[in-house]
């Protein structure tokens, strides 16, 4: 896959717009487009992590939350 730099990148961003398309459509493709494509070729690189480890961790803070709560309660 060839990587472009960043002006190609626009200009052929800019291309697939219709043309009369406004700024905020732009910016949109822009902060939509970069996200979803990092997190693409994370899993295409196996730079990913299992559902049973996110719970993992979403459970420590969970845990720590309500600790940390109850806690300041009293």
Known sequence: MKIL???EEAHK???KLPENFISDDLMYQIYVRQPVEAKLMDSKASNVISVQEVRKVFDK???FKINFCIKNLF
């Open 5 to 7: 730099n960043i002006k």
């Open 13 to 15: 961003l800019i291309d």
């Open 61 to 63: 803070t969970k845990t």
